[in-house]
């Protein structure tokens, strides 16, 4: 779903999420494609979140090395690289897409509860190091990404601002959508079930937001 949504973004040729504002410009000036991009810069922010402190999981190893491979595997599909060349129309229909898909993907991330992603892992280590509100350093965070990328000449437009003013909506509507389904139904036994992964996932973000360093 990450995938899927970074892809129908890149095909709206109308903006990037920061992010990948600097994952197109780094594959622009190097051998490297848009995926591998992804899982280099992915990579390295594992190594320097661990450095700093941070317990990853399966989940942050799958982040940093899935997700660019399956956006690989999608840009090679003749047809998904002819909807760049849709109307306008076409292309905000992509970017709504985008967004929706990378909000019902965090949700799903989120609430298996198997690690943070790379970026999320840099964040929280970061954040326990300096004692800086963590809002604040993952905005620092996502400027100097999306600084970076704009001068190596990734896409930047309308679409950008559309994912950082809509993403949390995307993410919290999932959330919603997920608590009325089945996924919610708490499991028999110790084990919660994903629906319960999801709300618990939830309710620590929310509260690690609100938090300052212990």
């Known amino acids: 779903m990450f995938s899927a949504g970074i892809v129908s973004q890149v095909e709206s040729r109308l903006g990037l999420p920061p992010w990948d504002v600097l994952h197109?410009?780094?594959?622009?000036?190097?051998?490297?494609?848009?995926?591998?991009?992804?899982?280099?810069?992915?990579?390295?922010?594992?190594?320097?979140?661990?450095?700093?402190?941070?317990?990853?999981?399966?989940?942050?190893?799958?982040?940093?090395?899935?997700?660019?491979?399956?956006?690989?595997?999608?840009?090679?599909?003749?047809?998904?690289?002819?909807?760049?060349?849709?109307?306008?129309?076409?292309?905000i229909g992509l970017l709504a897409l985008g967004i929706a898909l990378i909000g019902v993907g965090s949700a799903f991330y989120i609430g298996a509860g198997l690690g943070a992603g790379p970026r999320d892992s840099l964040m929280i280590a970061l954040w326990r190091k300096t004692g800086i509100r963590v809002g604040a350093v993952r905005a620092a965070i996502e400027l100097s990404a999306l600084s970076g990328g704009i001068v190596l000449g990734g896409?930047?437009?309308?679409?950008?601002?559309?994912?950082?003013?809509?993403?949390?909506?995307?993410?919290?509507?999932?959330?919603?959508?997920?608590?009325?389904?089945a996924l919610a139904k708490p499991a028999t036994?110790?084990?919660?079930?994903?629906?319960?992964?999801?709300?618990?996932?939830?309710e620590s973000g929310a509260g690690l937001l609100g938090r300052r360093r212990p």
């Open 24 to 91: 197109q410009g780094i594959a622009r000036h190097s051998p490297l494609s848009f995926g591998e991009a992804v899982i280099a810069v992915g990579v390295f922010i594992l190594a320097a979140a661990v450095v700093l402190g941070a317990k990853i999981g399966i989940g942050t190893v799958a982040n940093a090395i899935l997700i660019g491979t399956f956006i690989d595997l999608l840009l090679g599909i003749d047809a998904v690289q002819d909807l760049a060349h849709s109307n306008l129309a076409g292309r």
């Open 155 to 181: 896409t930047f437009g309308i679409g950008t601002v559309a994912f950082a003013l809509l993403i949390g909506p995307s993410i919290e509507a999932s959330f919603a959508l997920f608590r009325r389904s």
């Open 189 to 202: 036994g110790a084990a919660a079930s994903p629906g319960h992964q999801l709300r618990s996932g939830r």
